[in-house]
């Protein structure tokens, strides 16, 4: 890592007031998931034994490590966020169990929760985390996530939106009227001058509706960021595969000359962001990973904030880095604080 940039960072985290962080307002929507969590050893291992007990006709397996928290591409950002200081806002539709669990994982961490609705179906995630590399299965229940429209935007929730520094519209690619819903909230927040936000989640499942999210969102000027990982990036920069961090690079590259928003691309090995210049940023040598669920959207949350902050294009990827970093390698899923990045930093990782 470059310690002159490291250590830059580092004065620029000891220098902010909690109460300048309060100022700022970050709206984001629209998915809130329970996340059960099933940690196993390796899928081979652990499928073979699931194998036997169903051909034996039924069983229990035993000794599966086991949790159960929040989850979803917009509530996950939102909670990072307000971890890090910023007053957050969460809008989306889940059931009354699911703003009971909301207000236990999201409401006691001060994220607003006023733009929750209630008169739908929870949605509902099981991750299978295999290995030491924690590659993960995941298994869906959408809930009302998948119909979730512009139209069910109350005076409310879009005063929440004029309001807000930045609004966010994520996981496109669970949400079927995803499109419709990106268009229109970002057309709205631009007619109030409001920084806006996309990160679509993995299209893979949607390659077929690509064309016309690329025509009505990726390239309209209402779209100012698009947070992507590789995997993204193969689908909206028509490659096939990334076999090196230049493939990316050059990939993103290539995507930025078609579309007017700043690219912001998120890796296992290395960040970077392409506006006017590219620039790129390691990520952060780790001696231990616990998890890989939830990184990329850690990873938005300190992107976004320093983005409110207004720090360096280097600056801001290697704080969303470390802020990544930071939750992956904790035994406990919790998002940091900048107390915790600056400890982080200055204690090693």
């Known amino acids: 890592m470059d310690n002159d940039l490291e250590i830059r960072l580092l004065e620029k985290l000891k220098q902010i007031e909690p109460k300048r962080l309060k100022k700022f307002n970050v709206v984001l929507m629209p998915d809130f998931f329970v996340d059960h969590f099933i940690t196993m050893n390796s899928f081979e ?4 034994r699931i194998k ?37 806002n969460l809008i989306c539709r889940t059931d009354a169990l699911g703003l009971h669990l909301l207000q236990f994982f999201l409401g006691k961490e001060d994220v607003n929760l ?11 995630t099981t991750a299978m985390e295999f290995g030491k590399e924690h590659s993960n299965v995941l298994i869906g229940d959408t809930g009302s996530v998948s119909d979730f429209t512009f139209e069910r935007l109350n005076e409310n929730d879009l005063q929440l939106i004029s309001n807000s520094d930045i609004t966010g519209v994520v996981d496109w690619s669970l949400n079927n009227d995803g499109t419709e819903l990106a268009r229109d909230v970002f057309r709205f927040a631009k007619k109030h001058n409001v920084k806006t936000f996309f990160d ?11 064309p016309k999210l690329t025509k009505e969102v990726l390239t309209n000027k209402n779209l100012d960021i698009l947070g992507l990982n590789e995997n993204e990036l193969t689908h909206y920069g028509n490659i096939t595969t990334v076999n090196s961090r230049e493939d990316s690079i050059n990939a993103a590259v290539s995507l930025k000359k078609k579309i007017p928003a700043r690219i912001d691309l998120h890796t296992a090995s290395f960040s970077c ?3 006017d210049r590219c620039t790129v940023t390691p990520t952060i040598k780790l001696s231990r990973i616990f998890r890989a669920t939830g990184a990329g959207d850690t990873w938005n949350a300190g992107n976004l904030f320093a983005e409110l902050l207004d720090f360096n294009d280097d600056e801001r990827l290697l704080f969303a880095n470390l802020v990544a970093g930071c939750y992956i390698s904790s035994s406990d899923p919790i998002h940091p604080s900048i107390e915790k990045i600056i400890n982080f930093i200055t204690q090693g990782k």
């Open 200 to 210: 679509t989640g993995d299209p893979a499942h949607r390659k077929h509706e690509i």
């Open 45 to 48: 291992e652990q499928f073979l």
């Open 52 to 88: 036997q007990i169903y051909k034996q006709g039924g069983g229990n397996v035993p000794g599966i490590t086991q949790s159960i928290h929040q989850g979803g591409n917009a509530a996950n950002t939102a909670l990072a966020l307000a971890k890090l200081g910023i007053k957050s």
């Open 273 to 275: 962001t392409i506006n």
């Open 114 to 124: 006023d733009g929750v609705k209630t008169d739908g179906d929870i949605a509902i």
